[in-house]
């Protein structure tokens, strides 16, 4: 008679390999990454060569996954899986974890710039277009590695810092690849001090909101000011939106900030004359949530602002994020009155297209373009040609970055509209807003009256 053990032997070793394994992609799982793990430390124990783990995640996969569906995913996770299992180095172990991330244990990867160099490798591999059938899509990839000993000896240490890693590649954009690093762990707990200090300044009201006027070029009476986003922490000091708007996006709170802004921005034009609008801007993560449209209606019902006062800025890349949703959300505003404003213009991939394919109200021109326009002949053909195009489809021009009289004169002589700059105005708080509106344009008001 066959003893329980030879009985349940085989069944325990099935049940380890299902344990083990990702059932999607037949690579292994986390347990099997820290399995390999603790066995390689082991094996390293009186041998000093270090190792290496790597944690891989596909960039904006989610919007791809929800515009194709999630069969059409899977289908993209099982060809990563491929590539990755066929391009590793022998020895090495490759693992899938939770949704849209990868893991590695190389052994023979030694230092920081063996690191990179596999990640360089890996990332060209995954770049390749992904083949669903009736249509082809392009991802890119960022990387987070840890080296063993130096960024810790125990699995869960060596995991984190890697996660540490891979999310300074997020915050410096797509396709990048970091090694951890006590200066990069001091980094990371520098932004994680910044997003708390943050979430504080939103739940006191202690973000502040300044407005930068946008102008006729005609005879420069004041249109509409921009509303800009500014913190002065009481330890931080002056944060700069560039760093903490970002910030706000990364860490899932940028609809809090945003609606914070925009009630304090409405609140503010209320004591503006009524035919002078306010331009706020819209984040790539509020275009991906269909819920923008009513947010931004419910706060201008309850201040009091008339939607058609109000003007939306989007960057051509946040509509490209989720261009379905997008459209979805613009339609609603535009429905409600609120005009929509393509902000930027000409530094994206496909501008033209999006033109066509959304209903903007007007083009915003880089100040790329603007600050180059009397010293490149190519600056200036690129504006002449957009105010051209504008002028076909009947959307209104706005020239950004205006710093000097040469700039504005030669504007207005091709025939832009509207111009925004430090010229004109630097961003100011409300009190001062309303004291450049009474001598700008009460006064422009006063002098065309008298005519």
């Known amino acids: 008679m066959k003893s329980a053990e030879m009985l349940l032997g085989p069944v325990s070793q099935e049940s380890q390999t299902i344990a ?20 390689l430390s082991l094996e390293r124990a009186s041998d000093p060569a270090p190792f290496t783990i790597g944690i891989v995640n596909l960039d904006s996969f989610k919007p791809i996954n929800d515009l ?49 160099k596999f990640g360089q490798m890996i990332r060209e591999v995954l770049s390749a ?42 915050r410096r954009g797509r396709g990048q ?47 509409g000011f921009e509303a800009l986003a500014r913190w002065n922490d009481a330890d931080l000091g002056f944060v700069s939106p ?8 990364e860490r899932g709170f940028i609809d809090a900030l945003s609606e914070a802004l925009l009630r304090k921005a409405a609140e503010a034009a209320l004591s503006w004359p009524r035919d002078v609008f306010l331009s706020f801007n819209l984040s790539s993560a509020q275009l991906m949530d269909p819920g923008t449209s009513s947010s931004v209606l419910a706060i201008l019902a309850r201040v009091g602002l008339d ?11 946040a509509v490209m994020s989720s261009a379905d949703t997008a459209h979805r959300i613009i339609s609603d505003l535009r429905s409600a009155g609120v005009r929509i404003s393509l902000d930027d213009f000409g530094t994206g991939q496909s501008s033209l297209g999006r033109l066509r394919e959304f209903n903007f109200d007007k083009v915003k021109i880089d100040r790329a373009f603007v600050s180059r326009m009397n010293s490149d002949r190519a600056s200036e053909h690129i504006i002449k040609a957009v105010l051209a195009m504008c002028e076909g489809l009947e959307l209104r021009v706005v020239a ?8 504005a004169a030669k504007l207005r002589a091709l025939g832009c509209a509207m111009g925004q700059g430090y010229y004109f105005g630097k961003p100011a708080d409300a009190a001062t807003t309303l004291r450049y509106l009474q001598a700008h344009y009460l006064e422009y008001t006063h002098e065309r009256e008298i005519a």
């Open 68 to 116: 194709f569906g999630v069969e059409a995913g899977d289908e993209i996770l099982c060809q990563v899986a491929h590539r990755l299992r066929a391009c590793i180095p022998d020895g090495a172990t490759v693992t899938r974890h939770d949704g849209d991330e990868f893991a590695f244990v190389l052994p023979l990867v030694f230092e920081r710039v063996g690191a990179e």
């Open 400 to 407: 950004e970055g205006i710093e000097e009289h040469a700039e």
């Open 242 to 249: 560039a760093v903490f708007v970002p910030l706000a996006e």
């Open 177 to 223: 690849i970091t090694v951890y690093s006590k200066e990069i762990a001091q980094e990371m707990k520098r932004a994680t001090q910044l997003e708390q200090a943050l979430r504080n300044a939103i739940i006191s009201d202690a973000i502040d909101v300044h407005f930068q006027p946008i102008v006729s070029l005609a005879n420069n009476m004041v249109l």
């Open 307 to 317: 939607p058609h006062r109000l003007e939306l800025e989007i960057t051509e890349t």
């Open 20 to 39: 083990y394994t990702d059932p999607l992609t037949g690579l292994g799982n986390r347990h099997r990454m820290r399995e390999r793990t603790r066995s």
């Open 129 to 170: 277009p992904y083949d669903l059938g009736d249509r082809n899509v392009r991802l890119s990839a960022s990387f987070g590695f840890a080296i063993h000993p130096f960024a810790g000896d125990q699995f869960d240490d060596l995991l984190k810092n890697a996660d540490t890693a891979l999310y300074r590649s997020k």
